[in-house]
């Protein structure tokens, strides 16, 4: 048993240290400064491996702290009118049966299991009680500190706080025990790894016994609950003969492994075929062009239904949005005054607003899964000419697609300040849609530049660019902050905009033309 | 024509997978290029056909005394994995790629002339591609490269898990199209590349070395290939 617990320590320990040094070497610039014999350098090894105890600590108390506040003392704040001790118990037995019986940890497809068991051929039955009950006393440690703080806050006596880790570990314990028995009758785990909408059901139903309850003003009564409580204790002790008598851990894990094998290549598949049915059918579908220009009017019209529906959809719902605002302008007396002072207040929130209508992403998404993905393998299709003829057309084409609601809106702007009777500012009719005009372009611009100077996929459609997806953050998170924080007057803003995203386009498609002939390769 | 790789160099952190390699191809003929798995036969192809960069080196074409550059449009790829876009058909796609070609290529056929060299049944040819088997995308590709009249052509395991049938039409089409270009095959089936190749060419410790037939029949080619191959294994 010592063995097999220091053996399994030092692989998932191994993992977790390669994990760390893998993720290091990802890391834009960082990547460039670590050596390529990253991995057997000995002071990087003792720095991952301070990070992998680190880890394992806050693991094991840092988790358990976010779920007492945000599941249970959090919620049970919410509800007035109700003792505070009988809410958290409420909240509490309920949530922990939610993680007794789909947190199962005895037969989990991970990797470490994998390596262990099905690659090294360790022990199975040693590993598995070794580690459930290493898991299990790491929940119990994390359970009793916070068990005991915050069953304290809520009212709780000591003797209830102490209950809590006990009757979780029983709880898992039990739940255990119950799937071996039920894979020696049937042959199935409780849970298998393709039951997903099983688990989605009984997680539902808990959490509506967890939370809908007290939303309906009832809960258990504590006594009640405390009863519940000492169940599993006792099944638990119970149950632990079942698991050290358990003879078929080895062939379980083998199961579990295939399962998560075959989920995983079924979720290729999956993907492919969700791509392929992005592709319209329609036969009638056609091209009078020729070269670049018809490859692009095919691309856009197949892909109609992914590219232009949601833009449609938009604009109708931002269409529907402005004829209530106009409708309330002329029912409610005040409301245009306060519209109007609104929008000269907060214009800057249009910024996140363009963010999340653009099609950017989605467009590139599309450019890449189904068209070239594959063309990129084509030499012809990498010369700089044919590369920036399809890369002018195809900045068309999204601005076209973006355009479309933001003219809705800029046009919704003006109806609205008519509506309102704001002559004051004529020059406000013209600046604000432009400028939304302006945002919706510079999107168009920014996502399909990145994609060209970032081409963040491979040939096997991963997203291999970890510079990419931080340049995606980054321009959230710069949205974000301009919208809420920017206080200036509509027209400053306005003007500024207007001449950001005009100079922005014009860097933008430079940079494309210079370095996107070299940048614009299928990842390897 | 030659196709001539000079000092050619490519390194992975440490590793140097191409060695300075020296080697020079023949127009005409269908070259075997051999070599254990990480021999670096992809990363090769790949840096011939600029989808990596190499550290040092160049290759370029010899026409007699003269010396010329290897442009994009004098190479064609084919990958294992059929890649055709599928959101067009068969027919469309064909067009794309004369359209495209058209300034460089002379004596432009009817496009159902061109299906006919890969025996594409005419009920197939305006399908969408999605639709398409992995022969008949295999067979696509091997078709736009062709057409496009490449000075060399990189084949990288082009007929594995293809049928039979598709496989052997393939191979006719191969040697009928190998005439004033040079093509490369990689592949790790033997028999396939002593039944298809005129040379073969081993990838080993990051060099090209040709084998010499000299007087060998097929099983001692065979003996002889392996042998060195192995011979790497052990180092």
């Known amino acids: 048993m010592n063995k097999t617990l220091r053996l399994s320590f030092a692989l998932k320990n191994t993992y977790r240290v390669n994990s760390i040094l893998y993720a290091l070497k990802q890391v834009p610039l960082l990547k460039r400064l670590l050596p390529d014999r990253l991995y057997q350098v000995r002071g990087f090894k003792i720095f991952a491996n301070v990070l992998s105890v680190l880890w394992e600590i806050v693991g094991t108390f840092l988790g358990k702290l976010c779920y007492f506040l945000v599941m249970v003392a959090l919620p049970s704040s919410v509800f007035d009118g109700m003792a505070a001790n009988a809410l ?59 068990g005991m703080i915050f069953g304290s806050i809520a009212g709780l006596a000591l003797w209830q706080c102490l209950l809590i880790p006990f009757f979780i570990v029983g709880l898992k314990i039990t739940a255990a025990a119950l799937e071996l028995r039920i894979i020696q009758w049937t042959g199935n785990l409780l849970f298998p790894v393709s039951a997903g909408n099983w688990k989605l ?35 638990g002790i119970l149950s632990l003969r079942e698991l050290l008598h358990f003879d078929q851990y080895r062939s379980v894990h083998q199961q579990v492994q295939t399962q998560q094998l075959s989920a995983l290549q079924q979720t290729k598949t999956i993907a492919q075929k969700q791509s392929q049915r992005q592709i319209s059918n329609d036969t009638s579908i056609s091209s009078g062009k ?3 220009e018809f490859l692009n009017e095919l691309f856009i019209k197949r892909h109609r239904k992914i590219l232009w529906r949601p833009a449609l959809r938009i604009a109708g719902i931002c269409a529907a949005v402005v004829a209530a605002l106009l409708v309330a302008i002329q029912a409610v007396p005040d409301a245009g005054r306060d519209i109007v002072e609104l929008l000269m207040k907060k214009f800057p929130f249009f910024i996140l607003l363009l963010y999340f209508i653009n099609r950017g992403t989605g467009f590139t998404t599309a450019l890449f899964m189904n068209c070239d993905h594959c063309l990129l393998t084509y030499s012809f299709y990498k010369q700089p000419r044919w590369l920036l003829r399809l890369f002018r057309i195809r900045l068309l084409e999204i601005i076209k697609i973006n355009l479309l609601p933001a003219l809705v809106i800029g046009l919704g702007l003006d109806l609205l300040l008519f509506a309102a009777g704001s ?9 604000m849609p432009v400028s939304i005009l302006c945002m919706s372009v510079f999107f168009s611009v920014h996502y399909l530049t990145l994609y060209y100077l970032l081409q963040p996929y491979n040939i096997g459609t991963e997203m291999k660019s970890a510079t990419y997806q931080i340049c995606v953050s980054v321009t959230y998170v710069v949205c974000y902050m301009l919208s809420f924080n920017l206080e200036i007057p509509a027209l400053v803003f306005c003007g500024s905009a207007i001449a950001f995203c005009l100079l922005y386009a014009a860097v933008a498609c430079g940079l494309v033309y210079l370095f996107s002939p070299k940048t614009f390769r299928l990842r390897t | 024509m030659e196709f001539v790789i000079e000092h050619l160099s490519k390194r992975f952190g440490d590793k140097e997978v191409l060695q300075d390699i020296d080697f020079s191809f023949e127009s005409g003929k269908i070259y075997g290029l051999l070599g254990r798995n990480g021999a ?44 055709v876009p599928e ?46 088997s992995h022969g008949m995308k295999n067979k696509m590709q091997m078709l736009v490269n062709i ?20 496989a052997e039409e393939m191979k006719q089409l191969l040697r009928s199209q190998k005439a004033g270009r040079v093509v490369i095959f990689s592949t790790h089936i033997l028999d396939l590349a002593l039944d298809l190749c005129d040379e073969i060419v081993l990838l080993s410790h990051g060099i090209l070395e040709r084998v010499e037939k000299s007087d060998l029949d097929d099983d001692g080619l065979k003996k002889k290939i392996l042998s060195a191959l192995r011979e790497e294994g052990h180092e």
């Open chain 1, 88 to 146: 958290f118990l409420h909240i509490l037995f309920f949530l922990s049966l939610v993680g007794g019986l789909l947190n199962a940890t005895l037969f989990d497809p991970s990797k470490d299991q994998y390596y262990a068991i099905i690659l090294l051929r360790m022990n199975a039955k040693e590993y598995t009680l070794v580690n459930f009950f290493y898991q299990m006393g790491k929940t119990w440690l994390g359970f009793a500190l916070f």
């Open chain 2, 40 to 83: 670096g036969k992809t990363t090769l192809f790949n840096c011939l056909n600029r989808d990596i960069r190499f550290d040092s080196g160049d290759f370029y074409f010899m026409q007699g005394q003269q010396r010329e550059k290897v442009s994009a449009q004098d190479m064609g790829y084919v990958l294992s994995t059929p890649t």
């Open chain 2, 87 to 132: 959101f067009l058909t068969g027919r469309e796609f064909l067009k794309f790629f004369l359209d495209i070609h058209r300034e460089r290529l002379t004596d432009i056929r009817p496009l159902d002339d061109y299906m006919e060299l890969v025996q594409m049944e005419p009920e197939d040819r305006d399908k969408l591609m999605k639709d398409y």
């Open chain 2, 147 to 166: 057409i496009s009249q490449p000075k060399l052509l990189l084949l990288d395991e082009p007929l594995t898990s293809l049928d039979v049938v598709v």
């Open chain 1, 423 to 431: 002559a004051g500012e004529p020059l406000h009719y013209l600046v």
């Open chain 1, 290 to 292: 020729s070269g670049m």
């Open chain 1, 201 to 235: 059901f009984v997680t539902l139903l808990l959490l509506g016994l967890a939370y809908g309850l007290p939303w309906l003003g009832t809960a258990l009564a504590p006594q009640v609950v405390c009863y519940l409580m000492a169940v599993p204790v006792l099944t």
